[in-house]
C-alpha cells in the first residue's frame, strides 16, 4: 500500500470515529432524563389576607381561610383603626370556588386565618392540616372529621409538608399580648419537579424565618406583610416592608409574594407603600410581588 492510500485509510477512519462518537453523546444526551427541580409549574392565587390557593400540580390547598363578607366581625380591641369592622374587603371570587380543594392548612386559629364562616362552608369531611395537637382537637371541635397534625416531614397525595416555627411579633410585643398572640406556623411545600414553596405565616423576622431559609432554600416565599399593629405594641406583629427587604437578602434568588394586605383594621402598611419600597430599594418588581385579592401567579 503506498503512502498516499495509507493517509487516506487514516483519514477515514478519524472521520469514522468522530461520527460514531457524535451519535453517542447525541443518544446520550437524549435519553438523559431532564432536571427534576422546577421542571413544572405550581399556581399561587392569592385570595384575600392570609387566604391563598395553591395548586401544587394536581393537588389543591387552601391556606387560612377566612370566607366571611366584608365586615362580619368587630376590630380586635386595642387594634389600630378599631372603629372598622373585618374583613375590609369582600372575596375576590365566589366562595364555592375558594372552597373548590382538596385539603385546607391552618397555620394558627386566630379569626382572620380560621373563621366562622370557614368552619361553616368547608365540608367535614375535608383533610385539614393544624400546627399542633391543641390546634387540632379545637378544629374536630367543630365537626371536622379528617384533622391532622404538621410536623417536619407530613405527606399528603406526593407533596412534602414541612411545619415550620414563627413568632407572631416581637420579644417585646410577646411580653405585651403573648397570650393573645399566642403559637404560629408556616409551611414548606416540596415536590419532585417543583420549585419549593415556603409560607412563612404570621410572623416577624427573625431566627425562625432565617432558620427555614437557610434550611429549605425555598424557591418561592409568602410573607404576610401587611404591618398590623396594636395601640400598646411597639412595632407590627407581622412582617413590614423592612422584614420583606430582610428576606430578600437573605434569599436573593427566591421570588417573595407579599400578602396579608388591606383586608384588616389594623393592617397599616398598603400595597402602594410595599411596591414604592421595593422601587426605593431597587428590588426586581418581577421577583417580588404584590398580587391583587384574585391575581394568580404560576412558578
Known amino acids: 500500500?503506498?503512502?498516499?492510500?495509507?493517509?487516506?485509510?487514516?483519514?477515514?477512519?478519524?472521520i469514522a470515529g468522530?461520527?460514531?462518537a457524535g451519535a453517542a453523546a447525541s443518544a446520550s444526551a437524549e435519553s438523559a432524563p431532564a432536571p427534576s427541580a422546577g421542571t413544572k409549574s405550581f399556581v399561587l392565587q392569592q385570595i384575600r389576607n392570609a387566604t391563598i390557593k395553591i395548586d401544587y400540580g394536581d393537588v389543591?390547598?387552601?391556606?387560612?381561610p377566612m370566607l366571611a363578607k366584608k365586615g362580619s366581625y368587630p376590630a380586635?380591641?386595642?387594634s389600630f383603626n378599631s372603629e372598622i369592622r373585618n374583613p375590609t374587603v369582600d372575596l375576590?371570587?365566589?366562595l364555592e370556588k375558594v372552597i373548590d380543594v382538596d385539603a385546607v392548612i391552618v397555620t394558627?386559629?386566630?379569626?382572620?386565618?380560621?373563621?366562622?364562616?370557614a368552619k361553616e362552608r368547608i365540608p367535614k369531611d375535608m383533610p385539614i392540616f393544624a400546627q399542633n395537637d391543641e390546634d387540632a382537637r379545637t378544629i374536630r371541635g367543630s365537626g371536622f372529621r379528617d384533622v391532622r397534625v404538621l410536623n417536619e416531614a407530613t405527606e399528603f397525595k406526593g407533596v412534602r409538608l414541612i411545619k415550620t416555627s414563627g413568632q407572631h411579633g416581637s420579644d417585646a410585643a410577646m411580653a405585651v399580648r403573648g397570650k393573645l398572640l399566642g403559637t404560629v406556623s408556616g409551611v414548606v411545600f416540596q415536590r419532585p419537579g417543583f420549585k419549593s414553596l415556603y409560607v412563612a405565616g404570621?410572623?416577624?423576622?427573625?431566627?425562625?424565618?432565617?432558620?427555614?431559609?437557610a434550611t429549605y432554600h425555598p424557591d418561592v416565599i409568602v410573607l404576610n406583610a401587611g404591618y398590623v399593629r396594636f395601640n400598646d405594641i411597639d412595632g407590627a406583629i407581622i412582617m413590614g416592608k423592612e422584614d420583606l427587604y430582610r428576606v430578600n437578602q437573605a434569599a436573593p434568588g427566591a421570588y417573595i409574594v407579599a400578602v396579608h394586605l388591606e383586608s384588616l383594621n389594623h393592617a397599616t402598611q398598603?400595597?402602594?407603600?410595599?411596591?414604592?419600597?421595593i422601587k426605593e430599594k431597587s428590588l426586581d418588581p418581577q421577583r417580588v410581588l404584590v398580587p391583587d385579592d384574585g391575581e394568580s401567579y404560576s412558578f
Open 18 to 20: 468522530f461520527i460514531a
Open 202 to 213: 404570621d410572623t416577624v423576622w427573625n431566627t425562625h424565618v432565617q432558620d427555614a431559609l
Open 108 to 117: 394558627h386559629l386566630h379569626f382572620d386565618h380560621w373563621d366562622n364562616e
Open 76 to 78: 380586635a380591641p386595642g
Open 92 to 94: 375576590p371570587i365566589p
Open 270 to 277: 398598603s400595597r402602594q407603600e410595599l411596591k414604592d419600597y
Open 1 to 14: 500500500m503506498s503512502m498516499k492510500e495509507l493517509i487516506r485509510k487514516y483519514a477515514s477512519l478519524l
Open 60 to 64: 389543591r390547598f387552601l391556606v387560612d
